[in-house]
């Protein structure tokens, strides 16, 4: 009697008993060995004799990362995901500034807007990468925006994308007149999915440093007239 053994990505469609599709990974695969990097594989052995099968392959355990004894199939782990994650080509991130045209008043209220640039990826976009063969998608989460208004302070994170002096909640108020160069960063993570299966949250965080916008802020001296 001889044993034959393999190693699969602990997929349902890696059962080598099921004529499927081989090599596929899967939540179950990427996330079993949790705490640990994994990813999680099923063992399977055959029975032989003579050289012949004499029975299915039967599942016989699980281990977590490569076992030293067998070389196992490829399969998608986590920190290939998290570095897909921090390789996607982030939108550019702007600002609106009310009162317009890069000027405001010393003591008056200043509105600030997140503005994302079109070209790139932001929040709630699926990107979508290849991974060993298989289909992975990552779609940005926001965690939160960080207004820095240039003079030493800041606000945030809030997911509040803030707006005009009409409907916008988010609004600095300048002490001392000069040049500044504020800006809105934006913290992300991301959800991912394996080959159309189940969402997931990537155990990972990015900051995209917004484009800093040119800021005079003057004062006024008021003046009657008749």
């Avoid at 990552?138 to 800041?154: E, F, Q």
């Avoid at 500044?180 to 990972?204: E, L």
């Avoid at 995209?208 to 040119?214: K, N, Q």
């Amino acid at each position: 009697v001889e044993y034959k053994y393999d190693v699969v990505p602990a997929c349902e469609a890696n059962n080598p008993n099921k004529n499927r599709v081989d090599n596929v990974s899967c939540m179950r695969s990427v996330q079993g060995c949790r705490p640990a990097e994994g990813p999680l594989y099923e063992i399977y052995q055959l029975t032989l004799t003579g050289g012949a099968p004499t029975g299915p392959w039967r599942m016989i355990g699980t281990v977590c990362g490569s076992p030293g004894w067998i070389t196992p199939r490829p399969a998608v782990t986590m920190p290939m995901i998290e570095s897909e994650f921090k390789k996607i080509a982030w939108a550019k991130l702007g600002a609106k500034i009310q009162p317009p045209k890069g000027v405001t008043l010393v003591n008056l209220k200043t509105y600030f807007e997140a503005s994302w640039q079109v070209a790139g990826f932001q929040p709630d976009e699926t990107a979508t990468v290849s991974l060993l063969g298989n289909t992975v998608d990552i779609r940005p989460v926001l965690v939160g925006y960080t207004y820095v208004y240039g003079d030493g302070s800041s606000f945030g994170p809030t997911l509040d994308p803030g707006g005009d002096w009409k409907t916008g909640s988010i609004f600095h108020v300048y002490q001392d007149p000069g040049s500044y160069r504020p800006r809105i960063d934006a913290t992300v993570t991301a959800d991912f999915r394996i080959n159309g299966g189940p969402w997931d949250r990537v155990p990972a965080e990015a900051t995209i440093t917004g484009v800093p916008s040119p800021l005079r802020v003057a004062t006024a001296h008021p003046v009657l007239i008749r």
